[in-house]
């Protein structure tokens, strides 16, 4: 029926002629502006079916001395942000494929993975809150309740969509609409709105947010505007401020605007979008601002890295010199002439909170010489017993990195 | 040097390329009931089906695997990929990418100007930046040239209004702001490609 009248609306159309001619060329949408013609940069394929083990690039990974990866899990398609649940099961989401995944540990050391979610629009955001899963898709959140209880009958989930009220995809443009979400030790949950265009002037008080709720989806709460982009949110474990990895625009430069490390001082704080990122204004959209006026990064971590997944470092497997340190997963450049990212960086704090340095952590998913990648880190998380997996979305797998002296 | 020339034949040995896994022959045996619909080789003669030959293996692997996830809703479409193993696939979309594109049998004569006004509109949307400069499509990008025309419409129009979304949402922000002439402008134009 709709299709039919689909059809015959777009006869009409067709019979109707060159009206068109007389019609102004339509404004460049956001997503172009900037963009060079003659370009060939698009975004990467990405891999949506399961690889063979021992297609995974593993052996490829190059850690600090001590450190070794293994796989912990695979046949994992699209898979993203990680949370791990009291009884230790670790679930993950996904963007493409729609997916919530559950592994579980079996006693000989291997892992078992159920999908215990589908067909959702991009659920990327998870976080575990007690013994309750949180799912956050577009513009629906989910709540699991008792999941590592009934992971082989998955529970129908409580609906709480209309309780937090996100923007919709219609109101996204299809612009930056997956979630990101972690558990503040205030026991709110923090998450983020990403802006509804590449760079335009946005409604501030809807988009290129990060925002915090009661689990219930109450009291809605800016912790920051200005940030267009953010996949990665995790509180400091002493001084609890929120920390988040941040993305660039595109079609602006291959170095230019850099990704960023945000640090949260205050409630409410502006990172600047679309203004400016840190000190760099931006070439559209700067209106006349002084850059000076909003909170600087606390780190530059180069432009198109897209850095996703970020955690601090909280457990005692690893040496001390690693601990409340941040490892931050870059997923790799599309938007960029020569690839760059694709590996897991630390960025080093002193005592007062600083980012003092950067520093490559896992490297060898970057095959630089032919300029292709072999993975795509997408996120990272601390196991209790203080090793760090590593979800590779491109592969489909998590890799598990211990330490031993 | 020598560390170097060694981590590159480590990585040759670990990464033998995703293309071996995909058999053309095995997906030219799965591809019967395809056919049917899709064209017996590959060309669609049926309004609103599309052409699937020398579409991207990425292209059709993502499909079928949005399809068979419930994520493109296309009933029909929903039907054939539930449950189908990856390898199927993969199996089909190296059968489909082997095969020579072309336009249908029924190709409409070209209208001079709808070809126009869609040509206008190529260049400031930047069609040919993803699609390539011959609309051939590559990776998980699709082929669009010869494509039919109400199916590039349609599938246009899907894109604007939030219907449907790619890997990407980059479709989604090409389109917008296109008026229903504008879109079947544009189809004329890419239909008319060879």
């Known amino acids: ?405 | 040097m020598l560390a170097r020339l060694l981590a590159a034949a480590v990585l040759a040995a670990a990464f033998p390329g995703a293309a071996l896994a995909q058999d053309a022959r095995r997906g030219a045996d799965l591809a019967q009931t395809c056919l049917a619909c899709h064209g017996d080789n590959g060309r669609s003669q049926i309004e609103d089906i599309p052409s699937l030959a020398g579409q991207p293996t990425d292209f059709i692997t993502l499909q079928m695997i949005l399809f068979r996830e419930g994520i493109r809703r296309v009933p029909v479409m929903n039907q054939f990929a539930a449950d189908i193993p990856d390898r199927d696939i993969e199996d089909l979309a190296a059968y489909f990418d082997g095969l020579r594109p072309g336009p249908p049998d029924d190709r409409r004569p070209r209208d001079a100007d709808l070809y126009a006004a869609g040509q206008a509109l190529i260049g400031p949307r930047h069609c040919a930046t993803c699609h390539v400069p011959d609309f051939g499509g590559r990776a998980q990008i699709p082929r669009i040239a010869a494509q039919r025309e109400e199916f590039l419409a349609r599938s246009m129009v899907e894109y604007r209004e939030g219907r449907r979304a790619g890997a990407d949402t980059q479709m989604n922000g090409a389109v917008v702001g296109l008026s229903d002439p504008d879109i079947a402008a544009i189809a004329h134009y890419l239909a008319q490609q060879d």
């Open chain 1, 1 to 405: 029926m709709t299709m039919k009248r689909l059809l015959l609306g777009l006869a009409a159309v067709l019979i109707a002629g060159p009206a068109f001619s007389q019609q102004p060329a339509p404004a460049v949408p956001g997503w172009a502006v900037g963009r060079p013609e003659g370009s060939a940069l698009a975004p990467h394929s990405p891999r949506l079916t399961v690889m063979a083990p021992d297609q995974l690039p593993v052996a490829a990974l190059r850690l600090p001395p001590g450190f070794s990866a293994a796989v912990f899990a695979h046949g994992i398609p699209g898979v993203r942000a990680m949370a791990e649940g009291p009884n230790g099961t670790v679930f993950a989401g996904s963007r493409v494929i729609g997916r919530v995944y559950a592994i579980t540990r079996n006693p000989d050391g291997t892992t078992r993975t159920r999908v215990i979610a589908q067909g959702l629009n991009n659920p990327n955001g998870i976080v575990m809150v007690g013994n309750n899963l949180f799912v956050f898709a577009l513009n629906r959140v989910l709540r699991y309740d008792n999941i590592e209880a009934n992971l082989d009958n998955i529970p129908a989930p409580v609906e709480l969509t209309a309780a937090f009220g996100f923007p919709n995809e219609a109101d996204h443009g299809g612009n930056h609409f997956w979630k990101v979400a972690t558990l503040g030790p205030d026991g709110r949950i923090y998450t983020n709105v990403g802006a509804n265009c590449n760079i335009c002037s946005i409604d501030r008080d809807r988009f290129a947010l990060l925002v915090s709720f009661n689990p219930d989806g109450s009291d809605r709460r800016i912790e920051s505007r200005g940030v267009r982009n953010s996949v990665g949110l995790a509180h400091h474990p002493v001084t609890r401020e929120l920390w988040a990895s941040n993305h660039g625009r595109d079609w602006a430069g291959n170095d230019v605007p850099n990704d960023t490390l945000i640090r949260v001082r205050r409630s409410g704080e502006d990172h600047g979008y679309p203004f400016c990122v840190g000190s760099w204004a931006d070439p559209q959209e700067n209106a006349g601002r002084n850059c000076s006026e909003f909170s600087q990064p606390s780190a530059l971590l180069g432009g198109h890295v897209a850095p996703l997944g970020i955690r601090f470092y909280t457990g005692t497997m690893f040496p001390e010199a690693y601990r409340n340190q941040i490892f931050i997963a870059r997923r790799g450049s599309w938007n960029r002439e020569r690839l760059t990212g694709y590996d897991v960086v630390m960025a080093r704090l002193d005592a007062q909170g600083n980012v003092t340095g950067v520093e490559p952590f896992m490297t060898g998913l970057l095959d630089e010489a032919n300029q292709r990648f072999l993975g795509r880190p997408a996120d990272v998380q601390v196991l209790r017993d203080g090793s760090l997996l590593v979800a590779d979305e491109q592969t489909g797998a998590i890799y598990r990195i211990t330490y031993r002296q």
